[in-house]
């Protein structure tokens, strides 16, 4: 259980910060921007649950849950093989992975088929979770920027990359199975 009796402790006033084995690293560095921008996606999420009811906010809350997980299998570097741990490391499982696809699938029977690309917006619920997707994005592609230098779980980059599959279809069920999406117009402003 975690117990934060204060929430400032001053030891990051020099640019660094602890991982989740205890070493330093400077707060500018991939994966720290790679768990930072996962505690981003979670906070949109957040937002996102606003305009959210029943089975979607219920998915949405298994997602922050997830994003939580997610945010500590970073933090914490994967040992070289052989090397003991004090205590087993939170990481993301394949069948975080596998639900994520299966509620994917869920969703997308709804919907008809696209006919164009969709531009964020529709309902309030809809752009909230198109946000939610280009954040998703942008946290995997620092997760996948850090697995070329270091160990990651690649059930991690994984989900992140079938999350932001899943705010897609989610924001086209959010409006109406599709029904509001906003369509792209290729050229419709010259």
Known sequence: MVVLNRIYTRTGDAGDTALGDGNRVSKDSVRVAAYGTVD?????????????????????????????????????????????????????????????????????????????????????????????RTVARRAERLAVTLARSEQVNPAGTRYLNRLSDWFFVAARVANHCGANDVLWVPGANR
């Open 40 to 132: 981003e996606t979670n906070a949109a999420v957040g937002l996102a649950r606003l305009h959210a009811s029943g089975d979607m906010d219920a998915a949405l809350a298994r997602i922050q849950n997830d994003l939580f997980d997610l945010g500590a299998d970073l933090c914490r570097p994967e040992q070289e093989s052989g090397v003991p741990e004090p205590s087993p490391p939170l990481r993301i499982l394949p069948t975080q992975v596998d639900r994520l696809e299966t509620e994917i699938d869920s969703m997308n029977e709804q919907l008809s088929p696209l006919r164009s690309f969709v531009l964020p917006g529709g309902s309030p619920l809809a752009a909230n979770l198109h946000l939610c």
